[in-house]
C-alpha cells in the first residue's frame, strides 16, 4: 500500500474512532425547556392545553407540515388522551400520562413507529393574577454514540418550535380570555 493512502486510511479509522470516543462522553439524556407567561388563570390554559381537539388552535407542529394528518384516541381529554399523526415530515403518536387543571399535563410522545421515545409536561405555575406556562421534554438517546450526537440537536430544533407554541397559547388564551363578556351588575332597583 502506498505511504500516502496509508496514511489517509489510519487518519480516517483514527478519527472514527476519536467520533465514537466523544459520542459515549456525550449525555444520554437531553432536555428541552420554554417558558411564557400569560395572562390568563391555569383553567382557562388548560381548556386549551387538556384538550387534543384544540391543539392545532396553538400548537406549531400541523403548521410545519401542512400534509400532516392527524388521528385521535377514543379520548380527546384527559388521563389516556391519544393523538397519532402522519405527514411529509415523519409521524408520531402523544398519550397524555397526567391532566389536571390546576398542575398541567404530561405526555408520552415518540416518532416513527416507536422511536425517539420522550416525556413532556406543560406546567402551571401561578404568578400573581397571570400564569407562567413551561414546557419540557425530556428523551433518551440510549447507548448509541451517534444519537447522543443528535440529543446535542433537540434544543435548537426543538426549542424554537416551543417558543413558537407557547407565543400562539398566550395569544389565544388572552384573546378568549379577554373576549368574556362581564356579567351584568344586578339591577338595584328592580322589583322582586
Do not use: C
Not at 61 to 75: F, V
Not at 85 to 103: A, I, N, V
Not at 169 to 190: F, I, S, T, Y
Amino acid at each position: 500500500m502506498k505511504p500516502v493512502l496509508r496514511l489517509i486510511l489510519i487518519g480516517v479509522v483514527l478519527a472514527t474512532l476519536v467520533v465514537v470516543a466523544v459520542g459515549f462522553l456525550l449525555p444520554r439524556e437531553y432536555t428541552v425547556e420554554r417558558r411564557v407567561t400569560i395572562n390568563a388563570a391555569p383553567e382557562r390554559i388548560h381548556a386549551l392545553v387538556g384538550d387534543l381537539d384544540a391543539w392545532p388552535d396553538w400548537t406549531p407542529w400541523a403548521k410545519s407540515d401542512p400534509t400532516m394528518a392527524i388521528t385521535y384516541g377514543e379520548l380527546r381529554s384527559g388521563v389516556g388522551a391519544h393523538q397519532s399523526w402522519s405527514g411529509d415530515s415523519g409521524g408520531g403518536e402523544l398519550t397524555f400520562t397526567r391532566s389536571e387543571p390546576e398542575w398541567g399535563i404530561a405526555y408520552d410522545m415518540a416518532f416513527d413507529g416507536g422511536k425517539y421515545p420522550s416525556r413532556s409536561t406543560i406546567v402551571y405555575n401561578r404568578a400573581g393574577s397571570a400564569t407562567e406556562v413551561v414546557w419540557t421534554m425530556v428523551g433518551d438517546n440510549g447507548a448509541n454514540p451517534f444519537n447522543r450526537y443528535f440529543g446535542l440537536m433537540m434544543d435548537p430544533m426543538v426549542g424554537p418550535m416551543f417558543e413558537d407554541g407557547l407565543n400562539r397559547l398566550k395569544l389565544v388564551a388572552e384573546k378568549q380570555d379577554d373576549a368574556r363578556e362581564p356579567e351584568p351588575a344586578p339591577d338595584a332597583g328592580a322589583a322582586n
